[in-house]
């Protein structure tokens, strides 16, 4: 596919999240609201309604060419757990939630919840706004919540994108709600096999070929006795050589011969 091909339907992909979340996600989170239930239970359809529309949605930009994954491994332990995942880019949440459906919960950045596009499905649904509230709830106290209340949560502890080359520090609330409520922590290592919407990176810097998304669970930690800055440190350890080594990967595969010539397939 051309590049200017792919920049097109790359925008339109932006266009068509925006569209979809105006004239479809909104109208439907309200009427969710009108179906019978508790206040827990309309919260949880609307979470799986958004979890839905993000599968769909991935499905949309791989028809276009835009990117592929390999699927998700199914995860290593059953009930309530806390998901911790890097964040190379934009898409990967998109994809992990499209995958994960019994996934309800997922901590969200606080200015999310105020964009007016966003703001009025995001607020009916079960997913977290990082930060904390005006009754001094924080965001990890509300993760306890939805743990105790036997939802697996998802969060990305680098709280936004990774850069090209490096993880961030990783913050530790995922960890402490995890011993919090007494749960274990599974890790979910996320690799893109070249740059596609990362931090730093315009969106119409779009690679030449579509991009493959991979998964691999690297290990479930138990969270009984643990203490959370520990807890987090081995997470950060875990990740930071897992990086490392998709780094030589890439490089390495960036540099064939062969990998050059089907960039501009």
Known sequence: M????RVFFTGLAFFGFAVGSVFLLIPLSLLLTLVPGSRATRKRRATLLVNRAMKIFAWWMRCMGLLTWD?????PVEGPCVIVANHPTLVDVVLL????????TTMIGAHYFDLWLMRPFLKRTDHIPTGGTREGQTGVDRMVDRLKRGV??????EGTRSLERTLHRFRRGACEAAIRAGVPVVAIFVSVDRPLLMKGVPWHHVPSARGRYAFEILETLPSEGADPKELNRRLQDLFNRRFQEHLKIRDAEATEPSRTSNRSV
Do not use: M, N
Not at 71 to 75: A, E, F, K, R, S
Not at 152 to 157: D, H, M
């Open 71 to 75: 699927p998700v491994p199914p995860l």
């Open 152 to 157: 697996r949560v998802l969060a990305f502890p």
């Open 2 to 5: 051309p590049r200017i091909l």
């Open 97 to 104: 939630l499209g995958a994960l459906p019994d996934v309800t």
